[in-house]
């Protein structure tokens, strides 16, 4: 994907030694390459790289970023203002139609969706509406029993408007219901007819439009014309995995400005991410995804029954962290768990990020020369405590203010992501 060329950019500003025009200049040079090859329609590459340029040379760089920062984070706010929203669709009883042209991955997404919100607790189920292709019952039917959803669809029915009607009877004890319609090559009146129909008589709370991310730009003037036609609230786009050009529907979307629902990325029915346009960027530029972390660090610190809470809030002192080095242990090396973090946003120096089995247990053992007061309050550690806890436990002073300055960069890092506050901005962490 052509997308994936923001890596390298993000790459290039953090690992470049100078700081100036000459790099932004070049930096705003490549995006504009990335963009246009992703098929983004050249007004918004425009737009995305005069904001870039203009901020990266005339704001002033906050006191908690360096110059490298500074202008990554730039990237990131505009790269993530140019997807704009992202359409969260929430957990209760609702009717979701889906419209767009033929093979544009309808009947597929359909089920795909149906699964998703079953995978969610949901009660969920697909009425297949396309009575234009002989084949769409049978496929939209065996997707639906392949993955356990429920399905409404009259084999050989003629009345698409009718079949919904029925269908979204017999299904009424159903909390989200997904209705597949039929696609032509182009938007002609008799489809426009129908689709208007179905939407009369569902009164779906969502219609959201399938577009194929292959199609490049041609993305937007299919979308301005459904939108025309019945009024789309959500877009998905299918096909990400395989084209090259899905900056075009991307482009699509933030033109005629309505939300990205659901990504397609494969043809396998687990193969649909929610659209959420913070992670997207951010794994688009290579700087992770806070939220996944964030996630992980939860679950292996219930399954560890340490106190996380303390833990996220930079509160918990050196008695815990033995605990805590061993949770976060568990989550794999912690090299691997700081790449999960946005690229550079952290001063760690290299031997805190070996944090090897062995150093783990002489950091208890060093540990086990200190106070109960120092535990609970390690601030009180002064050079002359450092050096009474080294000779109490045969180690050295360094490794001693080697196993403090740990506890302080987790404290730190800790507190940053509680509050959202790590260096980039825009990246807003739920908890
Ligand atoms: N690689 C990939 N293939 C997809 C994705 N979504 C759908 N497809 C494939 O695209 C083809 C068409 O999908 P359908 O779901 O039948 O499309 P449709 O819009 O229902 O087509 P009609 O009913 O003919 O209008 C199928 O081969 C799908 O497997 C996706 O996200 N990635
Ligand atoms: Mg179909």
Redesign the pocket.
């Known amino acids: 994907m052509a997308l994936e060329a923001l890596r390298d950019i993000a790459k290039k500003i953090l690992g470049s030694t100078t700081v100036d025009k000459k790099l932004v200049e070049e930096v705003v040079k490549d995006i504009q390459r990335a963009l246009i090859k992703a098929d983004v329609n050249v007004r918004h590459v425009k737009e995305i790289s005069e904001a870039i340029k203009k901020r990266a040379t005339s704001e002033e760089v906050l006191p908690t970023l360096n110059a490298k920062e500074h202008i990554l984070k730039i990237v990131y706010e505009e790269l993530l203002k140019g997807v704009g929203e992202g359409l969260e669709i929430p957990l209760k009883k609702s009717k979701i139609m889906?419209v767009?042209?033929?093979?544009?991955?309808?009947?597929?997404?359909?089920a795909?969706i149906a699964k998703y919100f079953k995978d969610k607790g949901m009660k969920s189920a697909v009425i297949a509406a396309?009575t234009?292709?002989p084949a769409?019952y049978d496929?939209l039917k065996q997707l639906a029993e392949s993955c356990g959803v429920g399905f409404y669809g009259e084999k050989n029915g003629k009345n698409a408007v009718e079949i919904v009607k029925r269908g979204l009877e017999s299904l009424k004890n159903y909390d989200m219901i997904i209705i597949?319609t039929?696609?032509?090559h182009a938007l002609e009146s008799e489809l426009i007819e129908e689709m208007k129909k179905i939407a009369d008589v569902a009164n779906p709370e969502y219609k959201l439009l399938?577009l194929?991310?292959a199609i490049g730009q041609l993305a937007s003037k299919e979308a301005k014309a459904f939108h025309e036609a019945i009024g789309i609230n959500g877009i998905i786009i299918?096909?990400?995995?395989?084209t090259a050009k899905g900056g075009g529907a991307l482009s699509a979307a933030r033109e005629i400005g309505i939300p990205i629902a659901f990504?397609?990325?494969?043809?396998k029915i687990d193969?649909?991410d929610r659209f959420d346009p913070a992670g997207f960027i951010s794994r688009l530029l290579g700087m992770g995804d806070i939220r996944a972390l964030m996630e992980k660090v939860e679950r292996v610190m219930q399954e560890e029954e340490v106190n996380a809470e303390a833990f996220l809030k930079g509160t918990f002192t050196l008695k815990d962290i033995y605990k805590q080095i061993e949770a976060v242990n568990k989550m794999g090396p912690i090299r691997k768990i700081f790449e999960m973090l946005p690229l550079g946003g952290l001063k760690v120096d290299g031997d805190v990020l070996e944090m090897t089995q062995e150093k783990m247990k002489r950091f208890k053992v060093i540990m086990d020369s200190m106070t109960e007061e120092e535990l609970l309050n390690p601030k009180i550690i002064n050079s002359s405590r450092i050096r009474r806890i080294a000779i109490g436990s045969g180690t050295s002073q360094q490794e001693v203010k080697e196993l403090l300055n740990y506890y302080e960069t987790m404290k730190n890092v800790m507190k940053k992501m509680k509050k959202g506050k790590l260096p980039i901005r825009g990246l807003k962490i739920g908890i």
């Open positions: 889906l767009g042209l033929q093979g544009s991955g309808k009947t597929t997404t359909a795909k396309d234009f292709r769409a496929q597949d039929a696609g032509r399938v194929d991310a299918t096909k990400f995995d395989g990504i397609g990325n494969g043809e193969d649909l």
